[in-house]
């Protein structure tokens, strides 16, 4: 859950650092470092976020060809000068910048500090660096690359890791196991980072390291092998993003940015895939194991956050249009609860990243199991893009906001392509009904950019409610995880307590919240819930609550019962929470932005959750 860049190449490094850190602060931001290879070894760390590591070393040398990068999200030790990233050996040999978790690291602590090893701080990633130096001082060893790879044969964990050795001026080294590395490749130099956004600038050539693979990387050579010294080969990926992907434009914040990008991210994961002409929808990645998924008898879907959100919704829809049951499981829950999987169920793992390391541990134990493991991601070359059989790319591009947005749409997208088409190749639904879904998912962008249009009243109706203390937001149905999404993202930005739940539920507890300083959202459309979301909200007015409906433009009788309201176009309720979501996004964005929050960066959040 941090970020990670490197340079080496005829470049002043540190421009390309800095600005590297900057374009990876989502992923992190307690503290920022850097490390910097010239006639010494030298390293900057600063507590708080980038621009104070700036100031910090305005009036500091900084020259050099080579050096790293470190932008952290705290796991083991509190935020600080001393915890922040790079870390430097006890001897001063090497420097490591690292995202993950070493599990192992209090044996390999107590077996150093016996061989009189001293520790300046409380992390797991100096007890790596200083492994990493007392291999190398061993009389048969004195190689940074032997001595990286004989301290990684001991480590158990995930890490991404750069390394600079201050004896070895003309090499940084890398290695990768379940956190997310990718290497640039430039005309005589070379980019790493934790994801491809700081090197987008430089170049589209790049290699996505695979678990276990270490890179010896040079200003004019590089060599992949294995911790175990073997060869590996590497595929050069030429990557889609431009530098408008990565940066804000004329919008205050990326997540505003974002969600306005809806109506276009949606038809950009629909294109290609809906065939107007032939009244068909086509997922390609998915062609060669399709056969398969239409004769499972069971789908568990596994997300986290927003993305188990999405996975609720698909549940509803292939349960009711494909009649395929299917469970949706918590990731994190998932992978260690010993769960029944049998030969021919199929395993959905869905993820903005494509790198959740709950997710991505929870398809490799399933694919163990013998089932069919199908990815929904949004990044290509990602680990669950190339852990599972087959899969699906939502096309959402770059999404910085730490609180997701966009990729929730792309992911409902996705997936309710796939419902429609599994219904329909199962024979559930006859064809004029699927051209009618068809035809309702090709409207829905423009429908979004007109609710985007409606958000000044949106903006209205946060200033009214910004400083309450909790939210009660409700629906049923397909709904029901809208709810759930809109409380999430409320919490996520502004820190106010927000709590989703079926509607009806409302008599089994969260009753007793409501008061006249609870505002209570209500999702709902003109379904076969209707009425009974009108008794809902009756139960709350007897009690003095506050309603913001979420309403169509034709539903009067709702519109008339509540306090405000967010409307948003008529649709079939198979793709509304497309459309419904949108209002909660940005009621979300505006409290944020008037409680005063940091809206991309909100407190102890990181964008991708790459440890445990």
């Not at 990557?239 to 434009?249: N, P, T, Y």
């Not at 940005?586 to 960066?601: G, H, P, S």
Request: charged content about 25%.
């Amino acid at each position: 859950m941090c970020g990670i860049v490197g340079y080496i190449g005829d470049k002043n490094a540190y421009p390309i650092l800095i600005k590297g850190l900057q374009r990876l602060e989502y992923r992190g931001y307690d503290s920022a470092g850097i490390a910097i290879h010239n006639s010494s070894l030298k390293t900057f760390k600063k507590k708080g976020k980038v621009n104070e590591l700036e100031t910090f070393v305005a009036d500091k040398d900084t020259r050099g060809y080579i050096g790293i990068g470190h932008t952290r999200w705290a796991t083991h030790g509190e935020p600080g000068n001393a915890n922040a990233h790079p870390h430097t050996s006890m001897n001063g040999n090497f420097v490591l910048a690292h995202n993950g978790i070493i599990e192992n690291y209090a044996e390999l602590k107590e077996d150093l500090l016996k061989k009189g090893f001293v520790f300046q701080t409380e992390t797991d990633t100096e007890v790596l660096v200083n492994l990493i130096e007392y291999f190398y001082n061993l009389n048969e060893v004195n190689n940074a690359e032997l001595a990286v790879r004989l301290a990684l044969s001991k480590v158990v964990g995930a890490y991404g890791i750069v390394i600079l050795c201050k004896n070895e001026k003309d090499r940084i080294i890398a290695a990768k196991m379940g956190s997310p590395l990718v290497i640039g490749i430039g005309q005589g130099e070379y980019f790493l980072a934790s994801d491809a956004g700081p090197i987008v600038e430089y170049t589209n050539s790049v290699i996505y390291l695979n678990d276990g693979n270490v890179a010896i990387i040079g200003k004019n050579s590089l060599t992949l092998k294995t911790i175990g010294n073997a060869p590996v080969n590497f595929k050069i990926t030429k990557i889609d993003l431009s530098i408008g992907d990565i940066e804000k434009g004329d919008f205050d914040h990326y997540m505003l940015k974002e969600i306005f990008e809806q109506p276009k991210t949606i038809q950009d994961t629909y294109r290609g895939r809906i065939k107007p002409e032939q009244k068909d929808i086509v997922l390609g990645g998915l062609l060669d194991v399709f056969p398969k998924i239409v004769q499972a008898k069971r789908i568990i879907i596994i997300g986290c956050g927003t993305s188990w959100h999405a996975a609720l919704l698909a549940e509803y829809l292939i349960e009711e249009y494909a009649r395929v049951p299917v469970e949706v499981e918590y990731a994190s829950e998932f992978r260690y609860r010993k769960p029944i999987i049998n030969p021919g169920d199929v395993i959905i793992a869905v993820s903005q990243s494509g790198e959740t390391a709950d997710t991505l541990a929870a398809i490799k134990m399933a694919k163990k199991q013998g089932a069919l493991i199908l990815g929904i991601c949004n990044i290509v070359g990602s680990s669950i893009a190339r852990e599972t059989d087959a899969g699906v790319y939502t096309h959402a591009g770059t999404e910085i906001g730490v609180a997701s947005t966009k990729a929730f749409t792309a992911q409902v997208t996705v997936l309710s392509l796939f419902a429609f088409k599994l219904a329909k190749a199962r024979g559930q639904i006859d064809q004029e009904f699927y051209e009618m879904l068809i035809n309702e998912m090709l409207d829905i962008p423009d429908k979004v950019q007109t609710i985007l249009l409606r958000n000044s009243n949106i903006k209205k109706v946060a200033e009214k409610y910004k400083d309450a203390v909790n939210a009660l937001y409700l629906g049923r149905g397909y709904l029901f995880p809208v709810a759930l999404e809109g409380a999430l993202k409320l919490k996520e930005i502004s820190y106010m307590h927000a709590e989703g739940y079926a509607a009806g539920e409302m008599k089994h507890g969260p009753i007793a919240l409501v008061d006249d300083n609870l505002p209570v959202i209500v999702v709902s459309a003109k379904d076969g819930y209707y009425e009974k979301v009108l008794n809902n909200i009756q139960e709350v007015k007897a009690r003095k609550g506050n309603i913001i409906a979420v309403v169509t433009e034709s539903n009067n009788k709702l519109r008339n019962m509540a306090d405000d309201i967010f409307e948003v176009p008529e649709s079939h309720p198979a793709v509304a929470a497309l459309l419904t979501v949108i209002p909660l996004q940005l009621f979300a964005y505006y409290i944020a932005v008037m409680r005063e929050c940091n809206i991309d960066q909100p407190r102890n959040l990181a964008k991708s959750v790459t440890v445990e």
